[in-house]
T-cell receptor, first 119, second 112 residues
Framework: EAQVTQNPRYLITVTGKKLTVTCSQN?????MSWYRQDPGLGLRQIYY???????DKGDVPEGYKVSRKEKRNFPLILESPSPNQTSLYFC??????????????????FGAGTRLSVL | GQNIDQPTEMTATEGAIVQINCTYQ??????LFWYQQHAGEAPTFLSY????GLEEKGRFSSFLSRSKGYSYLLLKELQMKDSASYLC?????????????FGAGTTVTVRA
């Protein structure tokens, strides 16, 4: 079954304690992305990756790190979490087939989400 | 950058029709997506428009006017399970930026 898998689904931690949220996809997608979702603000992109070893900042990258050592995995790292990083996090992936041509659909598929609380 | 606006909430009766509008202002455009998101769950793809006009898929239709920066999602024959948040997302057309920007979402409540 094609899917994007995030772990953990729920996490409560304390300020300053490093944590990693894992994301893995089995669809051989080139593109992967992390979003956070907060009430009234919608989904905001944190970081994205166009392929292995290629990552770039999204709209809200402060306080986060990512890596893309393998095509299927795209972990999100919070080196020193703070309460303002309490949020619902989603990982997503998509193919990039034909994306340079206008019109390619390239649907993004989302993981089930990770609800993080930083106390 | 992108500026995407959609209403915060809408309420409708089971069996009725609801239209969710989305307006956007973008530096570039390479497609508009609608996603459905039930509370606490992942967004799931509903529809995609890149050319002007109407795309119909069962009870759901989506319309796009690129010149007006406008789209709508039409939900027909509403069912209770359609109660969810509907997200409008616009993809930029930057040559090295494969970016999808989301609106804040419209929460649709279907009443019996």
């Amino acid at each position: 079954e094609a899917q994007v898998t995030q772990n953990p689904r729920y996490l409560i931690t304390v300020t300053g304690k490093k944590l990693t949220v894992t994301c893995s996809q089995n669809m051989n997608h080139e593109y992967m992305s992390w979003y956070r979702q907060d009430p009234g603000l919608g989904l905001r992109q944190i970081y994205y990756s166009m392929n292995v070893e290629v990552t770039d900042k999204g709209d809200v990258p402060e306080g986060y790190k990512v890596s893309r050592k393998e095509k299927r995995n795209f972990p999100l790292i919070l080196e020193s979490p703070s309460p303002n990083q309490t949020s619902l996090y989603f990982c997503a992936s998509s193919s990039l087939a034909g994306w340079v041509q206008n019109g390619a659909k390239n649907i993004q598929y989302f993981g089930a989400g990770t609800r993080l609380s930083v106390l | 950058g992108q500026n995407i606006d959609q209403p915060t909430e809408m309420t409708a009766t089971e069996g009725a029709i609801v239209q969710i509008n989305c307006t956007y202002q973008t530096s570039g455009f390479n497609g508009l997506f609608w996603y459905q998101q039930h509370a606490g769950e992942a967004p799931t793809f509903l529809s995609y428009n890149v050319l002007d006009g109407l795309e119909e898929k069962g009870r759901f239709s989506s319309f796009l006017s690129r010149s007006k920066g406008y789209s709508y999602l039409l939900l027909k024959e509403l069912q209770m399970k359609d109660s969810a948040s509907y997200l409008c997302a616009v993809r930029d057309s930057g040559s090295n930026d494969y970016k999808l920007s989301f609106g804040a979402g419209t929460t649709v409540t279907v009443r019996a």
